[in-house]
Nanobody, 118 residues
Framework: EVKLVESGGGLVQPGGSLTLSCVASGFTFRDFSMSWVRQAPGKGLEWVSTLSRVDQNAYYGDFVKGRFTATRDNALNTIYLQLNNLQPDDTAMYYC???????????RGQGTLVTVSS
């Protein structure tokens, strides 16, 4: 059974930083690309980043603008998302997603909430 557990969210002031983690189990982690998506209050799911298993590169949505960094540690079955210069528009539930995923970005974890507010 695929299991994805996110952590690291919290309340942060504008301009602040957080590091999110997602621990995976139930599959051979290194063989799959992984992604981060988010859902702001009252909005749909939005793709944030993909960590490719093929070329080991990270890809980002245009809104990231160099503020976020996604990495993976195959030895720990974990992906990370470093969030810098957070803004109120970044307030959302952040989910990690295993590839391949369906139209609802499943399978994904339960999410971790990031709130950016002064």
């Amino acid at each position: 059974e695929v299991k994805l557990v996110e952590s690291g969210g919290g309340l942060v002031q504008p301009g602040g930083s957080l590091t999110l983690s997602c621990v995976a189990s139930g599959f051979t982690f290194r063989d799959f690309s992984m992604s981060w998506v988010r859902q702001a209050p009252g909005k749909g799911l939005e793709w944030v980043s993909t960590l490719s298993r093929v070329d080991q590169n990270a890809y980002y949505g245009d809104f990231v603008k160099g503020r976020f960094t996604a990495t993976r540690d195959n030895a720990l079955n974990t992906i990370y998302l470093q969030l810098n210069n957070l803004q109120p528009d970044d307030t959302a539930m952040y989910y990690c997603v295993k590839h391949p995923y369906d139209r609802d970005y499943r399978p994904r974890g339960q999410g971790t909430l990031v709130t950016v507010s002064s």
